[in-house]
């Protein structure tokens, strides 16, 4: 294993992604996750992308919340995340649920490590499910800021979490503001797979990015959590779907400049014509 290998620059034409289809729900589990870490570094990959809420069970099966869940700033799990990282080499996307330590809400939130460890961004999870299997509304609050570009990684990227990628408004304003990758954790059925692949490949598409997402592997507390994880090309070409434990994809930066300039990827994005759209659409209560 080497890891000594500097990260990659925001120029470099290439990035490798190791897409982990496992989660560590307690301590015992931690020591694996670093394992894993290495053995992605080893295969060389520059980052590697955790499910959702990773180092938690799936507590949105029910819906009472369990305290012990939430952390605050620098809490165990993020720290731990953190120093996997640094002690792999590797860029890291996992995940805590974050306590505000002032307020006590709680968000489901995204955490994007650099290969030293450093926090380098994140994300809250904007749109929440409520349905059986998913009561997501009852342990968190949905994020309140827009999604925005997070660098450190090698390439610009951002950062969609599960069911943000069905509102792809989201996908959209990364792809405009430069990213070049959009990473999804997700936690999903696997009976709906089909439908999630379709949401993938249009996103790509239209947003002329690549779309990379992985998910928690197994049923979990009666629910049929499962499916593979994905990465799709801006031009919505399927470059890997696997349901292997440990899935790598290396993306391209002359791919993503031949979609930029085809169709529909040379059509102007037209912000200021939705930002307005959009601030009527708020004040209507849309």
Not at 48 to 74: C, H, I, Q, R, Y
Not at 108 to 134: C, I
Not at 182 to 192: L, S
Not at 237 to 264: F, K, Q, S
Request: hydrophobic fraction near 40%; charged fraction near 20%.
């Amino acid at each position: 294993m080497t890891t000594s290998t500097p990260p990659p620059t925001s120029t470099s034409t290439r990035l490798t992604l190791a897409l982990i289809s496992e989660i560590y729900p307690t301590r015992d589990d931690w020591p694996r996750l670093v394992e894993r870490l290495r053995e992605a570094r080893a295969a060389g990959a520059d980052v590697a992308v955790l499910p959702e809420m990773p180092l938690n069970p799936w507590s949105p099966a029910f819906v009472v919340p369990k305290t012990e869940d939430a952390e605050g700033p620098d809490g165990p799990r993020a720290i731990m995340q953190a120093r996997a990282a640094r002690d792999a080499g590797i860029g890291l996307i996992g995940g805590v649920i974050l306590r505000d330590p002032v307020t006590g809400v709680r968000h489901n939130t995204a955490l994007a490590f650099d290969a030293t460890g450093t926090l380098r961004g994140s994300f809250a999870k904007t749109h929440l499910p409520n349905e059986p299997g998913f009561f997501e509304t009852a342990h968190f609050e949905p994020g309140e800021m827009p999604p925005t570009v997070i660098d450190g990684l090698g390439w610009p990227v951002g950062i969609q979490m599960c069911s943000d990628v069905n509102r792809p408004e989201g996908t959209h304003l990364l792809a405009a503001q430069g990213a070049r990758a959009v990473i999804a954790p997700r936690t999903t059925e696997a009976a709906t797979f089909d439908r999630w692949r379709i949401v993938f490949q249009a996103s790509a598409i239209t947003s002329c990015v690549y779309i990379a997402s992985v998910n928690r592997p197994i049923p979990e507390e009666g629910v049929q959590i499962g499916g593979p994880s994905i990465v799709v090309a801006p031009d919505g070409a399927v470059i890997l779907e696997t349901t292997e434990t440990v899935g790598l994809a290396t993306l391209e930066v002359e791919y993503l400049e031949r979609a930029r300039v085809a169709y529909p990827g040379y059509l102007p994005v037209r912000a200021d014509l939705y930002a307005r759209g959009w601030t009527d659409a708020s004040r209507s209560g849309g």
